[in-house]
């Protein structure tokens, strides 16, 4: 079998066209997603992007792996400890060393390992190609190299090959002259003038008033971003960047198909799309990053084609993981015992849904929060802010509120203990299966809180001072992270 993996970083499900966009960002991922599986409903457990693939490539929660953070002590896994023999433990093989097990030829094209010194990325490739810029190319420095290994490999049997680009992340820099496709389009409806307005009195880093993490956008180099976040008007020109990046990412992508193709093997070739998280766009006053344990930034596309299995739609709740662990199983193999993560790979080739019945996420590099999906609803717990204007408990219902505007945790106490209860179960389980550390969410608290936001205060209350906004920094000078429970 060949598996194509297209790995393109930050990207929404609801900004591709399979997925319901009214933009056309996606037409190349679109046809794919026509032949193969599309779950709507899949989540990284942990995000964003360092956790996010810890726990794919890891095949193991957090909780368990102990990277949930983008800096100090939970930016790196556990050790093994006194246990560790020659060869580390088979039971937490990475995801690429059990494929490679299973015979296939394992390559990577990507600069994640060296944008996060994450060199455990690199456990099960056998080959590693490093496109050098740390997160900052763009497509076309990333997939000729890909095209070219395609070239001259692509024709042989067992190989997984990984294409990571990056496009939509910001700052966006898709080059000027590949032009603007959606520039007499509507933008997304729901943020209005007056939702802009009321974030810019509030706070946060990222917000309306700083969506240079602290600071507004009058500095930045890049012709796609607006010189601020002050209207409607703005948030077209910053959302059209935003899908341009995508676009010009599955334009690319597009290109490895089509080398699949020219080489006779397209047919017979599996292919998946993913992202590493999704991305807050004005959701929560948070405006082009990933700080939040919820919906926006831990729901994420995926798609996998795979010869022999028909086309639909899977709605149940996944873990990405869980897709990982599947494609194991249609492999031939299984997921390590020591692995949080179940295949469903019987039930897909049945085409039936095997969804789990609830999904515990996480977040602690922006914010520290930990969050259940159930049903209809998200309910975020949230245990330090990142600065940020949240409660300790939001409960949204996100078929009536994909944009989590209404927090209706005050109205609806019955879902909110249940969920609270669900999350409850999980800690215990996960605490029992934990055989390397602590809780390493009680680790980033303790360090001083996510590493965005840490050391930040003093810095970030000037600045809400000269802009009017002193209350906010009274509040954050005195209650730091706390939730604004503490008002």
């Known amino acids: 079998m060949r598996l194509l993996h297209v790995d393109i970083d930050t990207t929404r499900g609801d900004h591709l066209g399979c997925y319901g966009y009214h933009r056309n960002t996606s037409p190349n991922i679109d046809r794919v997603a026509a032949e193969g599986i599309r779950f709507e409903q899949c989540y990284v457990p942990d995000a964003p992007c360092l956790p996010s693939r810890a726990a794919l490539f890891m095949g193991r929660f957090g909780i368990h792996t102990g990277v949930v953070n983008h800096g100090g002590l939970r930016a790196d896994p556990y050790p093994e400890g006194t246990s560790r023999e020659f060869l580390a433990d088979p039971r937490f093989a990475h995801w690429p060393a059990v494929m490679r097990k299973l015979g296939m030829r394992t390559v990577t094209f990507s600069p994640f390992a060296e944008r996060h010194s994450a060199w455990w990325f690199y456990g099960g490739f056998c080959e590693v190609h490093d496109t050098g810029k740390c997160g900052g190319e763009i497509a076309d420095e990333v997939v000729p190299g890909a095209l070219k290994w395609l070239g001259e490999n692509g024709r042989e049997d067992n190989w997984y090959l990984h294409v990571n680009m990056w496009d939509p992340h910001t700052p966006y820099r898709t080059p000027m002259e590949y032009g603007n496709p959606f520039a007499d389009e ?123 299995v028909a086309p639909s739609v899977d709605k149940g709740l996944h873990y990405q993981g869980d897709v990982a662990t599947t494609i194991l199983q249609l492999l031939g193999g299984d997921a390590p015992r020591g692995w949080d993560f179940r295949g469903f790979g019987a039930s897909l080739k049945a085409g039936q849904s095997a969804g789990r019945d609830y999904l515990v996420i996480s977040q602690c590099a922006w914010s520290c929060q930990r969050s259940v999906v159930w049903e209809k609803w998200l309910m975020m717990q949230t245990y330090d802010t990142g600065l940020k204007a949240f409660p300790s408990v939001m409960l949204f219902d996100t078929e009536a509120d994909a944009h989590l505007q209404s927090n209706l945790a005050a109205d609806k106490p019955d879902v909110v203990r249940q969920m609270k209860g669900m999350l409850d179960e999980w800690r215990a389980e996960m605490k029992a299966n934990a055989d390397r550390g602590p809780d390493p969410m009680e680790q980033v608290l303790a360090e001083g809180g996510p590493y965005h936001t840490r050391n930040s205060l003093a810095m970030y209350a000037k600045r809400l001072r000269e802009t009017g906004r002193a209350r906010h920094a009274e509040f954050l000078e005195t209650h730091g992270g706390k939730p604004i429970d503490h008002a």
């Open 186 to 308: 509507p933008g997304p409806a729901w943020l209005t003038d007056e939702i802009i307005a009321r974030h810019r009195k509030s706070y946060g880093p990222n917000s309306a008033s700083e969506v240079h993490n602290y600071w507004d956008l009058t500095d930045s180099k890049y012709p796609r971003e607006p010189k601020q976040m002050l209207s409607a008007a703005d948030f077209k020109q910053w959302i059209d960047g935003y899908d341009v990046g995508i676009h010009y990412a599955d334009m690319w992508a597009g290109r490895l198909f089509a080398m699949l193709e020219k080489l006779g093997v397209l047919e017979d070739t599996a292919i998946l799309i993913s992202s590493d998280h999704g991305e807050n766009q004005g959701e929560l006053n948070i405006y082009g990053d990933h700080h939040t344990a919820d919906t926006i930034t831990s729901r994420v596309p995926c798609i996998l084609r795979w010869p022999g």
